[in-house]
């Protein structure tokens, strides 16, 4: 029942809990909330410490009959794969409530119960092993992140938030065509229905020649799609920067930090796994998107004016890395890519939640509203620079690591594609450092610039996690890719 309870605790529970409490009494609202993502994190230690990083198989299993006649179960499992991305989501959920704590002044029992459920979907999509049950949170997710979008964000909320749900629910759909067929699939082979996640990988799924007559290249697209559009892989990208920059700040940071590594994660997860001959033909294509995404993402960055719109872009370049790492197949780049979602999610989110104390000073992410801020908020100036030479992948710090095993992987197989993609190192030094050298070292003309208060300490409680991270996974990388290695290895072995 362990991970049930690390499941539901923010969604269900988190979320009862809430409904009794009156809409008036805005700091118990606070306060429950961040007690129980405090709870979903405690337990996701739990299952940190239960997990025995040698067995490279789902471990802590649940399963229960839910609608046994179809084969739907409620299965939940974790593995290597999936426990790093978990720890990610609960380390992150009660950051982003200490970072919200004065930011959200309206609705804030609305904005905190759809964040808990944000939660509960996000932790569930990660766990299942049941592909029904995977789609419930996956759609569960859906709604939550709408309402955070347009009803917290900025002037042209409404439109990024239904952009992001048209997006993400066109690939859905097909999604969800290709996991009935895959049930139909193995009533076929074997006499039962089943939703299973290792019953599916014992389906043998023709290839076919052409593509509309190939079962395979039509159910991997009908995944990928769904998948490519979270990731977000070029040109699928558009909806995200409407969507970061219209988001609240704790929108933002879920976002980059976590919702965008459930489609890096499904392709992993499924897309590897299920349709491994279709993986095979369809490589050099997002081979090619993935390293047009990592140098159209940093041009794009460069570009900027809006603070906010210049880490977006730059999600959409790191992002491509991860892809990049997939694709290319070894042991080293899958687990470069897989340890830099969890670094994308720890540098980006940082960079959000950054660029919200600022805005809230200041009502402006203008890079030419600042300027000179290294004398007036010392401690916030450390904070960036930190942050943004872990997201430029400085040795010692955690953005190098997964850089490093993605290009090396990849290098002997795809050497163009290594050269290409180390522009988009280069092209990230140079936009964020930019950046940094006018927003904290050029001169200070602005006056309302010279009163600027620093980092508050729940901003500090609220950064200094990700910065232990960023360092701990920089110096001593060991330790968390340890945790997925015997998993990447049996699915690279297939």
Known sequence: MLLSALTLTPGVVGVLLLLFVPRGAVSLHRWASLLASLVSLALAVVVWSRFDPASATFQLVEARPWLPAYGVFYRLGVDGISLLLVLLTTLLQPLVFISSWHAIKERVKGYVVAMLLLETGMIGAFLATDLFLFYVFWELMLLPMYFIIGVWGGERRVYAAVKFVLFTLAGSLLMLVGIIYLSWLHHAQFGSWSFAYEDMRRLVIPMGQGFWHSPQLL??????????????????????????????????????????????????????????????????????????????????????????????????????????GLFVGGIAATQGALIQMVNHGLSTGALFMLVGVIYERRHTRLIEDFGGLAAVMPYYTGAFLLTTLASIGLPGLNGFVGEFLILAGSYRTHPVAVALAATGIVLGAVYMLSLVQRVFWNALTNPENERLSDLAWYEGVAFAPLAIFMIWIGVHPRTFLSLSEAAVARLIGG
Do not use: C
């Open 219 to 324: 159910l991997f697209t009908a995944f990928a799609l769904a998948f490519a559009i979270k990731v977000p892989v070029w040109p699928l990208h558009t909806w995200l920067p409407d969507a970061h920059v219209e988001a609240p700040t704790g929108g933002s940071i879920i976002l980059a930090g976590v919702l965008l590594k459930l489609g890096t994660f499904g392709l992993l997860r499924f897309n590897r796994v299920l349709f491994p001959e279709a993986w095979e033909k369809a490589a050099p294509l997002f081979i090619v998107l993935s390293v047009i995404a990592i140098i159209y993402g940093a041009l794009g960055s460069w570009a900027q004016k809006d603070i906010k719109k210049l880490v977006a872009y730059s999600s959409v370049s790191h992002m491509g890395f991860i892809v990049l």
